[in-house]
């Protein structure tokens, strides 16, 4: 059985449904959901559109349903209701088909059989007042089940974005053209037009287009969108270089390898967007529920309205099969809680808000449920427990620190190397000056060296440590490194203390990971780790039976935070990183990992309360509906289950709303402790 990627739904890889996307097959349970994937944002628009349409009718339908005293009444009643019926209702309908085609119960399937029963059942009341021992019709319960509903899913939709918007914005860091090298001549080509055995230049702060190989020049590149890692690798001939990456500061002849659909960038889109569809597979909770609760409406319905006709019949009654439809139609039309569709919408966009006042943006309401059951976390390195730009940790001089600071800053200020912005920012804070430095030039691999007052003045990189020597002497040794953060070690303590086990899996070397794995107490470690591998490591561990959480800030993590149960960014990660995560972190305050799982659980708790509340009313009336009162009241009663089921519903909806603001209290109660 397949699962449908929009609404979770199992289906039968037999059905018609489906969407070939990016060399994967995609089936679905209805011609809906198939649009919503293949077309989301016209999807959002019609959701809207038809929420209009269906408040429109319905609170003019409310308020002549009692306040209208004509004979005309139910047929002005019935031309309102027409448009939700049919125009805003039609989604459900397109669900409850594809439920039925795959024998399970889900939430289109409730709304369906309970307002189209209550429509088809007013429509014969409208049409001919003689049929049934009754004169009331149920337009306004049939057409408010369908807007309540609809409302809590344009409230659901405010939150959630298109799942592969972050893949789109990954593709904008290919350049629209490249500059094609060919016998030592240089002219700009599309990149369309670029194919595998070209050779293309790429000069310094340019975006690497392509997969290929380097035939002439060395650089440094910047490829952190594929190991996480600010410092630039240094590159010479026969190196390979890839996509998406950035050239630093040197230009650089290369021969192309793969473009297109085969190079990194390409290949990260599609994994991006496989790992997003693979999210949906755990169903609503309200699809969950309904799968349950349909059957027991059914045969409730079915079971009551056999009794008495086969009661009333043996009694002689003439109109003992009016009666058994009229109380089948009662069941099934009590039985549908409307407020169900508010009961998770309501809580998660109140969660939503509170989690927002401590610093936690909940992007995708349905990672909830996932977020609730999370037992294991794994944290990138750099940028996410350690601040994400290289600090200066100490500083070594070897002659006047007046004179060290001004060399320092005034060569250092010329390179792009984030070496030379963390020592730039580090002796804006100390006393200096400003000198006029001549000759400038960086060396990839080497450093930067210049003239000044006639005599050369360089500065070397060799790992963490740079050095500045001045007339052939050393003048200071700088150590570089990336610190952790303030609330890393508290935020790891907390989660271990708590039974959630916690791992590093970083494209950084060995001995970095080691130290600072060690520094935290985690025991386990992944290092040299390139995205898609981390994306394997999520999926194993979630074979394993755990349910993952992916906390990074870097492109290179975006696969992995795809295929983990919660991906979580920090806020002062990529844009893309941002976009695609389900949660960002605003200050980067690593204790929040910790209180977001509390949050997902007691939200997703609230949830079930308000599920059980909003069926609690309905339910309660479904023996009335089935005749239970009836050798005490008569037929009588039901002329007054209009009103009970309107109570019902207004009660329902009430008591959701006023349950989920509980949730404020309890989230800042548990944050606290």
Known sequence: MAIDPVCGMYVSEDTDLYLDKDGTRYYFCSTGCL????????????????????????????????ALVSPYRNYILLLLALPVQFYSGLGFYHGAYGAIKNRSGNMDLLITLGTLTAFIFSLFITFDGNVFPVKYTYYDASVFIITLILTGGYIESLTKRAANSSAHRLLELIPESVHMYSNGNVHDVAYENIKTGDAILIRPGENIAVDGTIIKGTTEVDESMITGEQMPVLKHENDNVYSGTKNINGSIIVKVNAVGPNSTVNKLYSLIQMAAMGRAKIQRIADV????????????????????????NHEGDPISLIISVLVFVSVIVIACPCAIGLAAPITLLISSNESLENGIIIKNSSSMDRLSHINMVIFDKTGTLTNNSPNVSYMRYYGDKMLVNSMLISIEQASNHPAARAIVNYIKELPHDTYTIND????????????????????????????????????????????????????????????IDVAIVTGDSKENTVNIAHDLDINKYYYNIKPDQKAEIVKKMQRDGKYVMFVGDGINDTI????????????????????????????????????????????????RQNIGWAIGYNSALIPVAAGILVPLFGLSIYFVLPILAALAMGMSSTTVVLNSLRIKKSIRRSISL
């Open 35 to 66: 649009e919503k994937f293949r077309e989301p944002e016209r999807e959002e628009k019609s959701l809207k559109i038809r929420l209009i349409v269906a408040w429109s009718f319905s609170i003019p339908i409310l308020i002549l349903n009692y």
């Open 289 to 312: 529920f309904s799968s349950y609760f349909v059957p027991v409406v059914i045969s409730a319905a079915l079971g009551s309205s056999i009794f008495w006709f086969i009661y009333l």
């Open 440 to 499: 400038i030039k960086e060396i990839p691999g080497f450093g930067i060296k210049g003239a000044f007052n006639g005599r050369e003045i360089s500065v070397t990189r060799d790992g963490n440590f740079t050095v500045l020597n001045y007339n052939n002497e050393k003048l200071a040794e700088i150590k570089i490194e990336y610190k952790l953060r303030d609330s890393a070690k508290i935020a790891v303590k907390k989660l271990i203390k708590n039974g």
């Open 560 to 607: 992995a935070m795809e295929a983990a149960d919660v991906g979580v960014s920090m806020s002062s990660g990529s844009d893309i990183t941002k976009e695609n995560g389900d949660i960002i972190l605003l200050k980067d305050d690593l204790k929040n990992v910790y209180n977001m799982i509390i949050i997902g659980r007691k939200t997703i708790k609230k949830v």
